[in-house]
């Protein structure tokens, strides 16, 4: 009983000093930091995803593991076009280096079922031993 009241008193105490001190916790979101530039590429975000860029120059973000095109609206797109068209060179070292979508895709193989082997026929002679 004598315990009880103690780490009861003990909470109190301590929610009141909480209290009484103003103490205020506040949660901001978390930021990741991501390697931003490499041999003289520096990234570009559309709507929070990495864009990249095909052989001809489109960018092009991933959605849900699928392949979505910037549209031509986006306010970089201008700039992030003339950047790849300048600094080309760059870019495919960092896609190479960082980048390279290789885990995007599962290579899946269809299980053929073996051939059932035929067995020859047997022999029978004609003459009875």
Partial sequence: MRRSLFTLGMIAVTSLTMFASGCVLTARPATVSVEASY???????????????????????????????????????????????????????????????????VVRRPLVAPRPRTRPAPVRSRYKR
């Fill in 39 to 105: 041999g003289g590429w520096t990234s570009y975000y559309y709507n929070g995803s990495l864009v990249y860029f095909d052989t001809i120059g489109r960018p092009y973000y991933y959605y849900g593991g699928r392949i979505m095109y910037v549209p031509s609206t986006w306010a970089s797109y201008n700039v992030a076009l003339a950047n790849w068209r300048t600094n080309r060179v760059a870019y495919n070292r960092w896609h190479a280096r960082y980048n390279a979508p290789r885990y995007r895709t």
